[in-house]
């Protein structure tokens, strides 16, 4: 008995993921061909048991010395001997984990991470992007199956890949995001605030957003939204709910933020929405009672606010809307919606 050939049909193909191997003549221990190991199958390796999840796919049902990987990102996980970079990855509201990787692989798909690793002696940070989602990220840089991923993932992970500028699994994410009301809105909303072009999924998010504001700002979903999603909302020169009622819900989503991200103030999570939320729309008791006893604005940015709105002059602010434009309500006898440019 002895070792066989292996001849690799499609090593690397230009999607992004490895070919299939054939093993024409696999070690038995009769030295003769096993006929389980055939076309598309991967090769004879072993896997650890704990590693035999639905996040790497299943291994095959056989002995430890006989088992063969159905993926191979799961292989490529387990090697981590052969690993050679570094990254401590979590967003803030995360643990930080540390995760390795091949550097030849991500070179290969993400020309951001080819820069990243540029003679890079250390360990690399990574804090906008949780560790759930940067394996998702490796396991298709590995050539691995993305199974039974939810909306929401498949929205997050559309965004890495598009900070990464791996553009076919933005594609790939983006196929998996199904829109049909308020309800599923949030996965796809989250793409359009982050810029990526869908022109299917920017009209609908954009109409649901205008038309049905209410139900989207009531929604559980909403804060759990960033701000980035937020700044897309306040943006819109068409919402259907009140200038005092949007307020309302900013508050209300930075209190929540506060809680679940506290290395942030609440004026800090507030701080990009402030420049798209129309004071002068406010009546003169809801500038006082809501907005500058919010303690969001400091005692003095807040005398400012209540003097230029008094005087009707310019808000001479850092950060804080000047438009004196009231927001228009949709048209709802009309199909078309405007698309606010990001």
């Known amino acids: 008995g002895g ?4 001849q690799n049909t499609n090593a690397f193909t230009p999607t992004g993921g490895f070919g299939t191997t054939q093993n024409t003549n696999a070690f038995t221990p009769a030295g003769g061909f096993d006929p389980t190991i055939r076309f598309g199958q991967p090769s004879l390796l072993q896997a650890p048991s704990a590693l035999n999840t639905p996040f790497f796919g299943p291994a095959f049902s056989a ?14 996980f387990w090697q981590t001997k052969r690993h050679d970079c570094d990254f401590i990855v979590g967003k803030n509201s ?49 050539g691995g199956k993305l199974r039974d991923l939810d909306q929401g993932t498949a929205a997050q992970l559309a965004v890495a890949a598009d900070h990464f500028n791996i553009r076919p699994l933005v594609t790939k994410a983006c196929k998996r995001i199904k829109l049909t009301g308020v309800e599923d809105v949030f996965p796809a909303l989250w793409c359009v605030a982050y810029n990526i072009h869908r022109p299917e999924l920017e009209l609908r998010v954009t109409k649901i957003v205008q038309e049905e504001t209410q139900a989207v700002l009531s929604s559980k979903q909403f804060l759990d939204l960033d ?14 709910v009140s200038e005092l009622e949007l307020w309302r819900a900013v508050v209300r989503w930075a209190q929540h933020k506060v809680i679940t991200d506290p290395d942030k103030t609440l004026r800090q999570h507030v701080e990009p929405i402030l420049q798209h939320v129309r004071v002068y729309s406010l009546s003169l008791q809801d500038i006082l009672r809501e907005f500058v006893l ?6 003095k940015e807040g005398m400012k606010v209540l003097e230029a709105v008094v005087n009707n002059k310019p808000l001479q602010v850092q950060g804080i809307c000047d438009i004196r434009v009231l927001r228009q309500w949709p ?12």
Do not use: M
């Open 63 to 76: 002995t430890v010395e006989d088992k063969r990987w159905r993926d191979p990102a799961g292989y490529i």
């Open 227 to 240: 701000a980035k999603c937020l700044e897309y909302i306040s943006r819109q020169e068409t919402l259907s």
């Open 331 to 342: 048209d709802y006898t009309q199909g078309q919606v405007k698309v606010e440019s990001i």
């Open 3 to 6: 070792f066989g050939t292996t």
């Open 294 to 299: 919010s303690r969001i604005l400091t005692r």
């Open 94 to 142: 995360d643990i930080a984990e540390n995760i390795s990787a091949l550097t030849c692989h991500l070179e290969a798909q993400s020309s951001v991470f080819k820069e990243l690793l540029k003679d890079s002696k250390r360990r690399i940070r990574i804090g906008n992007v949780s560790p759930k989602i940067f394996r998702l990220l490796l396991t298709y840089i590995y």
